[in-house]
Structure formats: structure tokens, C-alpha cells
């Protein structure tokens, strides 16, 4: 031990020692009797008081909560899932009915809105007045197949006169009718290829069809493609079995745009009969007036301004001889 360690011992050691407080001998001899006094810990009286159910059943609640508040929080997603999907199959089924309507792009300025608003305006009155004249042309068919039941009957009756009934002179004169009721037949039947030309061409960009089987839709029997007159040819018992053996009349304006009323449409080649594009049918004009018909670009026009050399002026207001007004 070195002499600094010395001194600082002896220097502890000569420090007066603290005297306890008063009675605190009394006080710990206190506490020890109260403790010794005191019932163990494992008596009735020392048993702590039964804790509440929910503090017991706690660690099993708690899952089972979390996993119902899960459950719930699922079920309702789906829920606004199925909801949305429903909302977006609306919203197309929509846009699908809205597509058929043709829409104006918006426009900032007040005047744009107002022209795109009238070339709406303008297209479905174009619509409304096609479907009207479609619906026209459609009770024209129809009273013209009327007209062609008839004119059947008609010629029934004639080509079965009693034998022996008529003398000569009659039988002349019912050989003329009934060649000018088959010429009034084939007018009938180029006025119903006309005007089913011009219902398919409404439905199809006004051009006219490339075939006339293009348009059986608008035709009512291919009973009409064969001229009464043309005793060489047997119509087409339907359209599935239709050839060109089956057919009387010339089609001239095939894919042809609905545009050029004096266009040659269709010409009958065994009463001279022709239909313009326009839906019109002059009569015998390929037989009695050819000077008429007019040859431009390889396309066949009806010339108006050209008259007849050896038929008198039309007076204004009457068609022309032969001819029959659409």
C-alpha cells in the first residue's frame, strides 16, 4: 500500500461516525410485529376479487372481431364491384344506341354550337324524309302487284276465247288487245323493277344494284323480270332458281349513281318499252322512236330535245304518244 493510500485511510477512519435517529429501533421492531401480525398470502382474505367476462374472454373476442370486420368490409366491396360493372354494361348499351345518331363535335364559340346543332337538325330531316319516301315507293309496289294480279286475269280470259265464237274482224281486234294489254303489263312490270331500283338505291348510297338479284328484297316476284309479250321465256318459279333465262328485260345501268334522270334504266326489247333512272317508263320509244335514244360514253340517254320526225308536236301538257308518266 502505498503512503497516499495510507493517509487517505487513516483520514476515513478519523471521520465521527453518524448517530442513528431516535426510536428507530422502536419503529423497525413496529414493522416487523405488524407484518408477522398479518394473514398469508395464500388465505381466503388475500384472494383478489373475480375479474369481469369481457376481461376473460378478450384474447378470443379480439379475432374473432378483426375477422368480422373483414368479412363485412369484403361483402361490401363486392358489392359496389357489382354495382360498378352494372353501371358501366348501362353505359355502353348507351353509347351503342347513341352510336346510330350522328353527333356534332362541341365548339367553343356560341355560333359553332348553333351550326353543329342545325347540321343535326338537317341530317335526321334528310332521314325522316327518306324513310317516308321509301314508305311511298313501298304502297307504289304494292298497288302496282295489285294492278299486275289483275292484268293476269285479264290475259287469262283473252287467250281462252270460245272456239268458233268470234269472226274474223273480232279475232283481229282480240289479238290487238290482248297485245295492248300485254304492252300495258310490261309497262306495269318496268315501273316495279324501276321503283325497286330506287328503294335499293336508298339503302345503298343512291347507286343503283350491280345485278338484279341484288334487290329481291324489293321485288315481290321474279315474275315481273319476264315480259307478258315475250312468250319465248318462262318466269322463275322463285328467286333461288332464277337464271338469265328467266329474265325479258335489259338492265343498262348497272352501279350506275342515282343522279342522271335520262339515263336508260331498263329497255323491254319485244314492245321497245324503257325505264329511266328517274322511275319513269316511256312507251315503245326503243321501237318507234330510236332516234330518241342517245348513245354518251358508252351509256344510253333518252333525248327529249330530239322530236320525232314523223309523229306530230306533243301539245303542252300531254305526254307523248306511247308514253306513260311516271
Known amino acids: 500500500?502505498?503512503?497516499?493510500?495510507?493517509?487517505?485511510?487513516?483520514?476515513?477512519?478519523?471521520?465521527?461516525?453518524?448517530?442513528?435517529?431516535?426510536g428507530l429501533k422502536e419503529q423497525l421492531i413496529a414493522q416487523v410485529r405488524l407484518t408477522v401480525s398479518r394473514p398469508a398470502s395464500g388465505s381466503p382474505?388475500?384472494?383478489?376479487?373475480?375479474?369481469g367476462w369481457l376481461r376473460r374472454w378478450w384474447p378470443v373476442l379480439a379475432p374473432a372481431?378483426?375477422?368480422?370486420?373483414?368479412a363485412v368490409g369484403l361483402t361490401m366491396q363486392q358489392v359496389q364491384i357489382h354495382d360498378l360493372k352494372q353501371t358501366i354494361q348501362d353505359l355502353s348499351r348507351d353509347a351503342g344506341a347513341k352510336a346510330a345518331v350522328p353527333s356534332v363535335p362541341a365548339v367553343?364559340?356560341?355560333d359553332a354550337s348553333a351550326r353543329g346543332a342545325g347540321a343535326a337538325d338537317r341530317t335526321q330531316q334528310e332521314v325522316v324524309r327518306?324513310?317516308?319516301?321509301?314508305?311511298?315507293?313501298?304502297?307504289?309496289?304494292?298497288?302496282?302487284e295489285q294492278m299486275r294480279v289483275e292484268n293476269a286475269k285479264l290475259r287469262t280470259?283473252?287467250?281462252?276465247?270460245?272456239?268458233?265464237?268470234?269472226?274474223?274482224?273480232?279475232?283481229?281486234?282480240?289479238?290487238?288487245?290482248?297485245?295492248?294489254?300485254?304492252?300495258?303489263?310490261?309497262?306495269?312490270?318496268?315501273?316495279?323493277?324501276?321503283l325497286a331500283v330506287r328503294v335499293w338505291a336508298i339503302d345503298n348510297g343512291d347507286t343503283s344494284p350491280a345485278h338484279v338479284l341484288d334487290m329481291t328484297n324489293e321485288m315481290a316476284t321474279p315474275r315481273i323480270l319476264v315480259c307478258p309479250g315475250d312468250h319465248a321465256?318462262?318466269?322463275?318459279?322463285?328467286?333461288?332458281?332464277?337464271?338469265?333465262?328467266?329474265?325479258s328485260y335489259e338492265y343498262l345501268a348497272p352501279s350506275a349513281p342515282?343522279?342522271?334522270?335520262?339515263?336508260?334504266?331498263?329497255?323491254?326489247?319485244?314492245?321497245?318499252?324503257?325505264?329511266?333512272?328517274?322511275?319513269?317508263?316511256?312507251?315503245?320509244?326503243?321501237?318507234?322512236?330510236?332516234?330518241?335514244?342517245?348513245?354518251?360514253?358508252?351509256?344510253?340517254?333518252?333525248?327529249?330535245?330530239?322530236?320525232?320526225?314523223?309523229?306530230?308536236?306533243?301539245?303542252?301538257?300531254?305526254?307523248?304518244?306511247?308514253?306513260?308518266?311516271?
Open 233 to 247: 321465256r318462262e318466269a322463275a318459279a322463285n328467286f333461288a332458281s332464277y337464271s338469265a333465262a328467266n329474265c
Open 65 to 70: 372481431a378483426v375477422s368480422l370486420a373483414c
Open 157 to 194: 280470259q283473252l287467250s281462252e276465247p270460245p272456239a268458233g265464237f268470234l269472226i274474223a274482224e273480232e279475232t283481229e281486234a282480240m289479238a290487238k288487245a290482248k297485245g295492248k294489254a300485254e304492252s300495258i303489263a310490261c309497262i306495269n312490270n318496268l315501273k316495279q323493277l324501276a
Open 108 to 110: 367553343g364559340t356560341n
Open 1 to 22: 500500500m502505498s503512503t497516499m493510500e495510507h493517509e487517505i485511510e487513516n483520514v476515513l477512519r478519523a471521520v465521527p461516525k453518524p448517530a442513528p435517529p431516535t
Open 45 to 51: 382474505e388475500s384472494t383478489p376479487a373475480p375479474t
Open 130 to 144: 327518306l324513310k317516308e319516301l321509301a314508305s311511298q315507293l313501298a304502297a307504289e309496289v304494292a298497288q302496282l
Open 258 to 326: 342515282d343522279s342522271d334522270p335520262f339515263r336508260v334504266l331498263l329497255r323491254c326489247p319485244i314492245h321497245g318499252h324503257i325505264a329511266l333512272c328517274d322511275g319513269s317508263v316511256q312507251g315503245y320509244v326503243a321501237k318507234q322512236h330510236p332516234e330518241r335514244l342517245v348513245q354518251r360514253d358508252g351509256k344510253l340517254y333518252y333525248d327529249v330535245s330530239q322530236p320525232s320526225q314523223d309523229a306530230p308536236t306533243p301539245q303542252p301538257g300531254n305526254p307523248p304518244p306511247g308514253s306513260s308518266n311516271p
